[in-house]
């Protein structure tokens, strides 16, 4: 027999604001087109959560908690520290390529015209997912042997930059343009001076086969049923 899940008001909340990010590109949400699409009273909304600041605060909550979960597990993982970093770009990648609507919130594009507070929500995951970038770098010098072909901060930088404009051509592109869209052919590019010997500053870095693991497996079965991930 088919059965289906029944999910909370508050996650019927999130899953409608996280639906018209998606489908309402540019918008701005206001509580009352909002609260239309759940099907209940703006003062029903407020039951749930004191002010759209929160509501936004929860997706953001929700993007945090899923993919620093897995980011986990990569860093944790005995793989290179190039695989490892993969893994985890691809993995922010994934996500987003997957929920279009959530990607609009860590572009900061569906916080214009917000509470100042969510766009310091979006910095802080910004230099969460940065320290642990470095913190892989810095693991390589002792399980590698291997350092940073330029500092750790100035490559940590290059690389969230390129999966940010990855990510902001999404927003502008109407969802059409995947941030997964060549990604597979430019890494090798991106990655080809990673890492170096430690005694050699001639630029060049390992030469290893990547492993790339796939992050299908870690982007399944989370949290909010409505998610696509």
Same mark, same amino acid.
């Given at each position: 027999?088919?059965?289906? /899940?029944?999910?909370?008001?508050? #996650?019927?909340?999130?899953?409608?604001?996280?639906? &018209?990010?998606?489908?309402?590109?540019?918008?701005?949400? +206001? +509580?009352?087109?909002?609260?239309?699409?759940?099907?209940?009273?703006?003062?029903?909304?407020? $039951?749930? @959560?004191?002010?759209?600041?929160?509501?936004?605060?929860?997706?953001?909550?929700?993007?945090? !908690? +899923?993919?620093?979960?897995?980011?986990?597990?990569?860093?944790? #993982?005995?793989?290179?520290?190039?695989?490892?970093?993969?893994?985890?770009?691809?993995?922010?990648?994934? @996500?987003?390529?997957?929920?279009?609507? &959530?990607? $609009?919130?860590?572009?900061?594009?569906?916080?214009?015209?917000?509470? !100042?507070?969510?766009?310091?929500?979006?910095?802080?995951?910004?230099? $969460?997912?940065?320290?642990?970038?470095?913190?892989?770098?810095?693991?390589?010098?002792?399980?590698?042997?291997?350092?940073?072909?330029?500092?750790?901060?100035?490559? /940590?930088?290059?690389?969230?930059?390129?999966?940010?404009?990855?990510?902001?051509?999404?927003?502008?592109?109407?969802?059409?343009?995947?941030?997964?869209?060549?990604?597979?052919?430019?890494?090798?590019?991106?990655?080809?001076?990673? &890492? &170096?010997?430690?005694?050699?500053?001639?630029?060049?870095?390992?030469?290893?086969?990547?492993?790339?693991?796939?992050?299908?497996?870690? +982007?399944?079965?989370?949290?909010?049923?409505?998610?696509?991930?």
């Amino acid at each position: 027999m088919e059965t289906t /899940t029944k999910i909370s008001r508050k #996650d019927h909340i999130l899953q409608s604001l996280a639906q &018209m990010l998606e489908t309402q590109p540019g918008a701005r949400i +206001t +509580t009352a087109a909002l609260a239309r699409e759940v099907g209940v009273s703006e003062a029903a909304l407020y $039951r749930h @959560f004191p002010s759209k600041a929160r509501m936004f605060e929860g997706l953001i909550q929700f993007i945090e !908690d +899923t993919l620093f979960a897995r980011i986990a597990r990569f860093a944790a #993982d005995e793989g290179t520290a190039e695989t490892r970093i993969y893994n985890i770009l691809s993995l922010l990648l994934t @996500f987003c390529d997957r929920n279009p609507g &959530m990607t $609009r919130l860590l572009t900061g594009d569906a916080l214009n015209g917000e509470n !100042d507070r969510l766009r310091e929500r979006i910095s802080q995951f910004y230099a $969460r997912l940065e320290a642990q970038i470095k913190q892989i770098l810095r693991e390589a010098q002792i399980r590698e042997n291997l350092k940073p072909s330029i500092s750790a901060a100035a490559l /940590t930088s290059l690389l969230l930059a390129a999966v940010e404009g990855r990510l902001a051509q999404f927003v502008r592109s109407g969802f059409t343009q995947s941030p997964l869209e060549h990604w597979e052919i430019q890494w090798p590019y991106l990655s080809a001076n990673l &890492m &170096m010997p430690f005694g050699i500053d001639d630029g060049f870095g390992s030469n290893a086969p990547l492993n790339t693991t796939s992050v299908s497996h870690f +982007t399944t079965g989370i949290f909010l049923p409505f998610m696509i991930v």
